[in-house]
């Protein structure tokens, strides 16, 4: 089952037999007796890549599921005398993997040397269990599902513009001036044009419209720094921004933003493996300090501290 997922995975009899110190000629034939005994054909060979039957769809899918649990059965039973291993497939969106993420996985990998990792860096909706992912981080309220989640933080929301924006038309100083500015906002979100304020101890919703919208926070972030309008986001997406003085929070004082957790999402059983409750643990420790609030310097020098 090991070798034909990591069959599936690359593609190509030589790209698993590199990942299982195998031949090409050796994996080739497990498939073969596999499917032989099986009585039906898992892969379709091909010159140029090898393709997944229905059948193998089916049977890489269980697969997973049996190797993920061996491996949180092992994890328990040998977790006080061996150090966690093993190849961790992470998911994150742009924004949070490329800002956050990656400055705090040496800190990780120093502790932990013999964990490897696979990062899945996308926007889109993922089959966690198809593409064979460890652990998800996503932002906002979960959907209904059979997926395992943990909560690593609770994040705010921060209305922002730039610099160059506010001197061409003005830095809104009560939520109804936000009426006369261009606000961008995030398609496909619900409310997302609805920004909520407290105001005389009760709360305000206040209409935005503007000339923009996008399904990317990073194409937000892009087009506020532009110049283009105000934006609202969660902190996570603009604290680079903001600490480079690219961006200025506004309204601070009224705004009262949505929940906004980080969560750390698995398929059932993944959360047993050892590989994955170390790293579960150093993200909660991690991002408890909530390093997108600090000044750059002070981020850098927590970052060193960890390692």
């Not at 037999?17 to 034939?29: E, N, R």
């Not at 005398?81 to 969106?93: F, I, M």
């Not at 513009?161 to 006369?180: K, N, Q, T, W």
Request: hydrophobic share 45%.
């Amino acid at each position: 089952m090991g070798v034909f997922e990591r069959v599936a995975e690359r593609g190509s009899f030589a790209g698993a037999a590199q990942d299982t110190g195998l031949t090409a000629s050796a994996v080739s034939k497990l498939v073969t007796r596999l499917e032989q005994r099986l009585g039906v054909r898992l892969v379709t060979r091909t010159t140029r890549r090898l393709a997944l039957t229905s059948e193998g769809e089916t049977f890489l899918r269980r697969s997973r599921e049996i190797l993920a649990a061996i491996d949180a059965a092992e994890a328990e039973v040998a977790a006080a005398r061996l150090a966690a291993r093993g190849r961790l497939r992470v998911l994150a969106p742009p924004v949070l993997a490329v800002d956050q993420l990656a400055p705090a996985v040496p800190a990780f990998l120093a502790r932990h040397p013999r964990i490897t990792f696979d990062f899945f860096v996308t926007n889109r909706v993922v089959d966690l269990v198809r593409e064979n992912v460890d652990v998800a981080l996503q932002t906002g309220t979960l959907g209904n599902s059979t997926l395992v989640a943990r909560k690593i933080a609770d994040l705010r929301q921060v209305i922002c513009a730039s610099p160059h924006y506010l001197a061409r038309h003005g830095r809104p100083e009560v939520p109804s001036d936000l009426a006369a500015h261009s606000c961008l906002t995030m398609s496909g979100t619900p409310n997302s044009s609805v920004w909520r304020f407290r105001v005389d101890n009760r709360i305000v919703p206040i209409d935005v419209r503007g000339s923009a919208c996008a399904d990317s926070a990073d194409m937000l972030v892009r087009l506020a720094i532009e110049g283009v309008g105000i934006v609202r986001l969660g902190e996570i997406a603009v604290a680079t921004a903001i600490q480079k003085g690219l961006l200025q929070p506004l309204l601070q004082e009224t705004h009262q933003p949505e929940s906004y957790p980080l969560w750390a999402v698995m398929p059932p059983g993944r959360q047993r493996t050892l590989k994955v409750k170390v790293f579960l643990d150093f993200l909660s420790g991690h991002f408890a300090a909530q390093p997108w609030r600090m000044p750059s310097t002070e981020f850098k020098k927590q970052a060193r501290s960890t390692s």
